[in-house]
């Protein structure tokens, strides 16, 4: 009888290890769900594009070639002589002058639109009075110098004694800057300024072909 309950003993104790061992290992076949991993495709979506990027095609600088619409470079005060002919005459105390600019250098270039003209002391002495007012009377166009061409402003100086009220002083000629340059060319010249910059002595028009 002893041995008959130490067997069935035996017995129950095998079954229920075998009962926990199928329990244990049908778990571990099971995986939890929503656990998986972002993929690769998934964050590399969500990083910026190369298209993204701003583009420089909006702000590019301007051109500074300093060619006119010809194709031509514009005249500079380095490749240029000045002169006057004043044998325009004059009226009602006025001198009229041709103010010229040739070409002294090996390309062709272009004068277009108004010098800056003034009375001054000397080469490198400073303005006396007024620059040159603009006389639009003549129309402004490109005039293309070849090599030892030449093209001329109409300019006009009004006697300073005109004017009571200006401050006269001497003046050794004139500077001239040609259109579109910040360096000039002096012309001897001997006139009376005002140093008054209220009074006009001078007026320019735009250059023409000689």
């Known amino acids: ?11 129950l104790t095998m079954a229920a290890t075998s009962l926990f061992l199928l ?10 769900s929503g656990t998986a991993t972002p993929s690769d495709t998934a964050s590399a979506s969500s990083s910026p594009s190369a298209s ?4 420089s095609s909006g702000s590019a600088t301007p051109s500074s070639s ?6 031509v470079a514009l005249c500079k005060a380095g490749s240029l002589t000045a002169s006057v002919d004043s044998t325009g005459g004059g009226a009602a105390g006025s001198v009229y002058m041709k103010l010229i600019l040739t070409n002294s250098g090996t390309q062709p270039c272009v004068l277009n639109g108004f010098p800056g003209v003034s009375l001054t002391s000397g080469p490198t002495g400073d303005p006396i009075g007024a620059a040159a007012a603009r006389d639009d009377t003549q129309p402004v166009t ?8 030449a093209g001329f402003a109409q300019l006009r100086y009004t006697q300073a004694g005109n004017y009571p009220e200006c401050t ?7 500077r001239v800057y040609p259109p ?16 008054n910059t209220n009074i006009n002595l001078l007026s320019v028009q735009a250059f023409q072909a000689g």
């Open 142 to 149: 490109e005039v293309v110098l070849a090599p030892g061409k």
């Open 23 to 32: 329990s244990s290992c049908a778990q571990s076949q099971v995986q939890p």
């Open 180 to 195: 579109e340059d910040a360096a000039s060319l002096f012309i001897p010249q001997q006139r009376t300024a005002c140093s």
């Open 168 to 174: 006269q002083a001497p003046a050794a000629g004139f």
């Open 1 to 11: 009888m002893t041995n008959m309950r130490v067997k069935n003993g035996l017995l």
């Open 52 to 55: 993204s990027t701003p583009t």
């Open 66 to 71: 300093g060619t006119t619409a010809s194709g």
